[in-house]
């Protein structure tokens, strides 16, 4: 791909080795899984660990996990948990120094990718989680000519990322209530607010294939939109949590209105609502 053309090659002699866990959450989507783990086989970097949560598949995919990789572990949730909580089930049981978190339909682009992200974490102890440049669509990226400079974030997306085990066992895991989606909103302000940088770093580019099985547009949107609310009122400070979410709310009415979604619109309020009482026992706002 041209995109590897862009990106510097790492010396051999010059990456360090501790081990990676890699941490794969999948549910239903068999062709997806599979085709990652191959992607992953072809990185140039080992240790690896593999860690697969199936979060209650209709059909095991244990199989697929031992086929790919026989030395991976795989693990099935008796009930469906969501991604925050399979993430979480993941974390807790890996024993990589890093955390490389991919969907079961994202992959790394380039066969250095895990060497460069290692690098990186090791030259920067401060930094609690890498955000990797991501591609989204069906076809691999051609090019990262504007993938941009490094800079700080104030959040990641789970499908391409590399998190320090130090995190996980500082902060613990997601807040398995939020299910799904904005997840990784809140999570990246606890590690903020701990002394910990989310770091952009776009020399890994990560391909994000976005299967179309398993994503009810609706309620992902009202989900999003539910858990962004839940991130104001857990963590902004308090003079900021009105205008936060009335500004939320007004763009969810509009997006509502647009996309003909008024009954979830009304389904993320109620939901965010009866939440309430939870997250004010949790809240812990951030310094300004």
Not at 106 to 114: A, E
Not at 211 to 221: D, K
Request: charged share 20%; hydrophobic share 40%.
């Amino acid at each position: 791909m041209k995109s590897r053309n862009l990106r510097e090659e790492v010396p051999p002699d010059k990456c360090p080795s501790p081990l990676v866990t890699a941490l794969i959450v999948t549910r239903n989507r068999p062709d997806e899984l599979r085709l990652t783990l191959r992607r992953l086989q072809e990185q140039d970097y080992e240790p690896i660990e593999l860690i697969v949560v199936d979060d209650n598949s209709d059909q095991p995919l244990a199989g697929i996990v031992a086929q790919e990789w026989p030395t991976g572990k795989a693990l099935r949730n008796d009930k469906n948990l969501g991604p925050s909580e399979s993430r979480s089930l993941g974390m807790g049981l890996a024993r990589g120094l890093y955390i490389l978190s991919l969907d079961d339909d994202s992959c790394l682009t380039d066969p250095q990718d895990l060497k460069r992200a290692v690098l990186r974490m090791t030259a920067g102890p401060q930094i609690g989680a890498l955000a990797f440049l991501i591609h989204n669509g069906p076809l691999p990226p051609e090019s990262a000519e504007h993938a941009g400079q490094e800079c700080l974030l104030h959040t990641f997306i789970a499908c391409g990322a590399m998190i320090r085990a130090e995190v996980v066992r500082s902060l613990g895991g997601y807040h398995n209530f939020y299910g799904y989606y904005g997840e990784e909103n809140e999570y990246a302000l606890r590690m903020i607010a701990n002394g910990w940088s989310v770091t952009y770093f776009p020399s890994v580019v990560v391909h994000h294939r976005v299967s179309p099985l398993g994503r009810p547009q609706g309620r992902m949107w009202a989900l999003s939109l539910r858990n962004n609310i839940w991130t104001i009122a857990l963590h902004l400070p308090a003079r900021r949590v009105p205008v936060e979410i009335c500004w939320k709310l007004a763009v969810g009415l509009w997006d509502a209105t647009r996309l003909l979604r008024i009954h979830w619109l009304g389904w993320a309020c109620g939901s965010a609502a009866a939440g309430l009482p939870r997250i004010l026992k949790l809240r812990k706002p951030i310094s300004p």
